[in-house]
């Protein structure tokens, strides 16, 4: 069965500063790995979706790598804002099935 | 708008009565899927739904039955909730199976006294 971790599971950071996250899967036999976010209350929204075929993705202040050898992604944040705080989760689709890491809570410090 | 909507958003119930948590989605999406989210396990796929009349389990599918009738629609029904079943609820959808972007919903908050 999938485990998929994520490192570390809170991050406080001052604004401006560069962050990554982490993410691995016990079982390098993902498909492909999909960043969300998640604010108190609500629901998740996609940020980045990298596909079987791909190593990486870029939005904006926002870059993700997968590297399906190892199994392990990461999400790196550009000169963050206060805004981008909220907790951060990756999935990844083995079978018809997603699995999701229980996630980063992030806090930017303006 | 393109969106995935669930009613109720918070509903609080007792143990054995039954209760439909209702999916819809306005983007033609053919994969449809439900999980929940407890604190310190994550998100886990209660059951996913490949197309119409196409279902099958996720990792936590005990206590749960879903049914695609139509593209759009993709109930959760808890026939005999107990209180192992409050949760956070979340229904999603993509086009194309699980391999693309993943839409979400706003979420359905269980209590089950």
């Known amino acids: 069965k999938q485990e998929v971790t994520q490192i570390p599971a809170a991050l406080s950071v001052p604004e401006g500063e560069n962050l990554v996250l982490n993410c691995s899967f016990t079982d390098s036999a993902i498909y492909n790995l999909q960043w969300f976010r998640q604010d108190p209350g609500k629901g998740l929204t996609s940020l980045l979706l990298i596909q079987s075929s791909q190593r990486e993705q870029t939005s904006g202040r926002l870059n993700a790598s997968l590297d399906k050898s190892s199994g392990r992604s990461t999400l790196y944040i550009a000169a963050s804002q206060p805004g981008d705080s909220a907790t951060y989760l990756c999935a990844g689709v083995a079978g018809n099935q997603f699995y999701f890491g229980t996630g980063t809570s992030l806090t930017v410090i303006p | 708008e393109a969106q995935v909507t669930q009613n109720p958003r918070y509903l609080i119930t007792v143990t054995g009565k039954k209760l439909t948590v209702t999916c819809s989605q306005n983007?033609?999406?053919?994969?449809m899927s439900w999980y929940r989210q407890d604190p310190g396990l994550g998100l886990r796929q209660i059951y996913y739904?490949?197309?119409?009349?196409?279902?099958d389990k996720g990792d936590v599918p005990e206590g749960y039955k879903v049914s695609r009738k139509e593209k759009r629609n993709f109930p959760l029904i808890l026939e005999s909730p107990s209180p192992n079943q409050t949760s956070l609820y979340f229904c999603?959808?993509?086009?194309?199976?699980?391999?693309?972007?993943?839409?979400f919903g706003p979420g359905t908050r269980l209590t089950v006294l």
């Open positions: 983007m033609n999406h053919e994969y």
């Open positions: 999603a959808s993509s086009t194309g199976g699980p391999y693309n972007e993943q839409f």
């Open positions: 739904s490949m197309n119409v009349e196409v279902t």
